[in-house]
């Protein structure tokens, strides 16, 4: 594993599981209530080591929310928002 792969899920502690499963769902409720959370924001309240994790479950929350909208994906705007993650 290199410096900037993270760890499979099934290694992450119990606390960062736990941790990024809050955040995701705070992350979702803030969306459906109509504002517009950052996903930086939210990576920047893990530890490094659930990063990979985090990025995963928000990306999956946005994406799923924007298909339910009916609104337009733009997967190269997200590569350039997370060059060392996509």
């Keep these: 594993m290199t ?3 993270q760890p499979d899920r099934d ?3 119990v606390e960062v599981e736990q941790q990024i499963d809050r ?3 705070e992350f979702e409720s803030a969306r459906k209530e109509g504002h517009d959370p950052r996903i930086e924001d939210y990576l920047a309240r893990v530890p490094k080591v659930g ?3 985090m990025l995963e ?3 999956s929350v ?3 929310l924007l298909k ?3 609104q337009t994906l733009d997967i190269e705007a997200y590569r350039g928002r ?3 993650d996509l």
């Design 68 to 70: 339910q909208a009916d």
């Design 23 to 25: 955040l995701s769902d």
């Design 3 to 5: 410096d900037n792969q």
């Design 11 to 13: 290694e992450l502690p």
């Design 51 to 53: 990063r990979a994790r």
């Design 82 to 84: 997370f060059p060392d």
């Design 62 to 64: 946005e994406f799923d």
């Design 57 to 59: 479950k928000l990306l």
